[in-house]
């Protein structure tokens, strides 16, 4: 593994991002960012941000299903 690249991401509120996880078809890396309950997907392919999904409240864990199209966001702990 070597570091290929690095990816701007939009302005966002301060705090760390929690897990992430890549669905290896559609080439795209999510991760999930707990203090602003989003899910922020990358695209590998142009190594740009692609889009920020919101509402996700307290996003954690991220896990794709390979298989299929899915991505599953574990809510935080409340």
């Keep these: 593994m070597r570091f290929a690249a690095c990816i701007t991401l939009p302005p966002h509120s301060a705090g760390g991002f929690d897990h992430g996880d890549v ?13 602003t309950g989003t899910v922020g997907i990358l695209d590998d392919m142009t190594a740009r941000h692609h889009t ?8 954690s864990g ?4 390979h298989d ?7 809510p935080g702990r409340r």
């Design 52 to 59: 920020t999904v919101p509402d996700c409240p307290e996003a």
């Design 62 to 65: 991220l896990l794709c299903a």
């Design 68 to 74: 299929e199209v899915l991505v599953f966001a574990r």
């Design 23 to 35: 669905h290896v078809r559609s080439r795209r890396v999510f991760v999930a960012h707990t203090a």
